[in-house]
């Protein structure tokens, strides 16, 4: 079935970029997003592209997306204490009934 | 707006024990869902609905039950509680399918089963 992949953990210096990287298994996918799930509290949707593009920008958010080798990532530039979170990549496809597909989730630790 | 609403916050059952988590949106949302989240794993869907009255199972169905009697509410049900259901259960709206819709999650249940 689909899987989706990302690293458990990515730590940063404050002022720093980070980049958060997702591999996806599905190459029907259309849909991919990033999630932003900070401590005690529900996801809040951070950004999506679609998978007709390649990069999407958004204030301090780039989204780069290759097709080809099926990644995803997710570059925070100018790192905050306040990215501090757990960041999770999903995508969707018809063959799944549009249902998302979840990676574990990548937990930003944001060094002083 | 609230948004979407859980209750409780925290619950700790023992082994056998029903409950019923509650879940209400007020933003007109037709789709809904539960999920349960663990540690070290992606969201895994449990139960979800297309609309009041349509239910349908998810990734991990075993052991809960949901109903959809109106656009606003989705209650979860846990049928006889076991030290496996021991997770955080999220519910999550959207406008149409999760396809291309941002969805909007709840604070979240933390479920303890002993």
């Known amino acids: 079935g689909e899987d989706v992949e990302q690293s458990l953990f990515l730590s940063v210096r404050e002022g720093d970029s980070s980049v958060i990287n997702c591999t996806y298994t599905?190459?029907?996918?259309?849909?991919l997003y990033w999630y932003k799930q900070e401590p005690g509290a529900g996801l809040q949707l951070l950004t999506y592209?679609?998978?007709n593009m390649d990069m999407k920008q958004d204030q301090r958010l780039t989204v780069l997306l290759n097709k080809k080798d099926k990644h995803l990532s997710l570059r925070i530039a100018d790192t905050q204490t306040g990215d501090s979170a757990i960041y999770f990549c999903?995508?969707?496809?018809?063959?799944?009934?549009?249902?998302?597909?979840w990676g574990a989730g990548t937990k930003l630790i944001i060094k002083p | 707006n609230a948004g979407v609403t859980q209750t409780p916050k925290f619950q700790v059952l023992k082994t056998g024990q029903s409950m019923t988590l509650q879940c209400a949106q007020d933003?007109?949302?037709?789709?809904m869902s539960w999920y349960r989240q663990d540690p070290g794993m992606g969201l895994r869907l449990i139960h979800y609905?297309?609309?009041?009255?349509?239910?349908d199972q998810g990734e991990v169905p075993n052991g809960y039950n949901v109903s959809r009697s109106t656009t606003e509410d989705f209650p979860l049900r846990l049928l006889s509680a076991a030290p496996s259901q021991t997770s955080v259960y999220f519910c999550?709206?959207?406008?149409?399918?999760?396809?291309?819709?941002?969805?909007?999650f709840g604070p979240g249940t933390r479920l303890t089963v002993l």
């Open positions: 599905d190459s029907s996918s259309t849909y």
């Open positions: 999903a995508e969707s496809n018809r063959d799944s009934n549009y249902q998302l597909i």
């Open positions: 933003m007109n949302h037709e789709y």
């Open positions: 999550a709206s959207s406008w149409e399918s999760a396809w291309g819709n941002e969805q909007f």
């Open positions: 592209i679609f998978s």
């Open positions: 609905s297309v609309g009041a009255g349509i239910t």
